[in-house]
């Protein structure tokens, strides 16, 4: 079925002529009928008959009109929403992101969002894991990325990819000297303890005995700090392996185990995305998030 026949069909219903219903529709009359027969023959059974100079529907075809108003009225709805969408002066999004997730990553699929909507007004909110997840299930942001290894119930967690982990070290360390740390060189060592750490305790993630804990010097909720004393060579830290860096920090793979973690894009179970937040998630899901590595 082709919506221009629910079209037609309506119009005769109304017109109970069909010379009059293609004036009404703007075609020919011999188009209209032959669109009303194919209807018929796909419905399995005649719509109307005609009597000399009067037409009534039959009754499979009072059977048929309400459903075919129906599909004509969601197809008016959807172009008029579609149109005011794409008319209207701004296409809010709050979007809450992770501190610990870098923008590389995202910025090219916010490139391809501002691509389709031109209009975009989009608002980040950049908090811890914790926070992030709270603002989003209290309505305060629409939709979030972040890297906690689990979620509450009501949070549908989309995989977007997955990185390692890095050691970060003032150039001068001897670990800027290794191709890769394996964990146990981290035994005695000065340690900054991110508290935004994706795990609630790190190395009781790793889950081993790998030969000694480092000795945790500092501790602190805020990145800049801890990249700023990691910097000026207090310490050492572990850090997602997209995670911005100041200059003069340089990063070594960790290994022996290697740790890895999944950023997720996150929305709320049974919640109405708005117009944005449905092209956000599109567009999230068919990117190549390899390519930003």
Not at 11 to 18: D, G, H, S
Not at 130 to 136: G, H, I
Not at 213 to 223: F, K, L, Q, T, W
Request: overall charge negative; proline content about 5%.
């Amino acid at each position: 079925m082709e919506m221009h026949q629910a079209r037609y069909f309506l119009a005769v219903c109304e017109t109970l002529n069909f010379t009059r219903a293609a004036e009404q529709c703007h075609v020919a009359q011999p188009s209209l009928t032959k669109a009303i027969k194919k209807l018929e023959d796909e419905l399995g059974g005649e719509l109307f008959r005609r009597e000399r100079a009067r037409t009534h529907l039959t009754d499979l075809g009072r059977m048929m009109k309400p459903h075919l108003e129906q599909v004509v009225e969601s197809a008016q709805r959807a172009t008029k929403d579609a149109v005011a969408f794409r008319t209207r002066k701004k296409a809010p999004l709050k979007l809450g992101v992770m501190c610990t997730v870098g923008p590389r990553r995202l910025i090219p699929v916010l490139r391809q969002l501002e691509d389709e909507l031109p209009t975009l007004d989009l608002k980040l909110h950049e908090s811890s894991g914790e926070d992030v997840v709270s603002s989003l299930m209290d309505g305060e942001i629409d939709i979030a990325v972040a890297g906690l290894a689990d979620y509450p119930e009501r949070i549908d967690a989309t995989p977007l990819f997955s990185e390692r982990y890095v050691v970060a070290v003032p150039k001068d360390h001897r670990f800027a000297r290794m191709n890769a740390v394996p964990v146990a060189e981290l035994a005695g060592e000065p340690y900054l303890e991110r508290l935004n750490c994706e795990f609630e305790s790190f190395f009781d993630a790793l889950d081993g005995d790998w030969g000694g804990s480092p000795i945790i010097r500092y501790s602190s909720g805020r990145e800049d700090w801890i990249q700023s004393l990691v910097k000026a060579g207090m310490g050492c830290s572990i850090m997602p392996e997209s995670m911005p860096m100041m200059s003069d920090i340089t990063t070594r793979l960790l290994v022996e185990p290697e740790v890895t973690r999944t950023v997720h894009m996150l929305t709320v179970a049974g919640r109405r995305y708005t117009p944005t937040v449905e092209t956000f998630t599109r567009l999230a899901r068919r990117h190549d998030w390899a390519s930003a590595v």
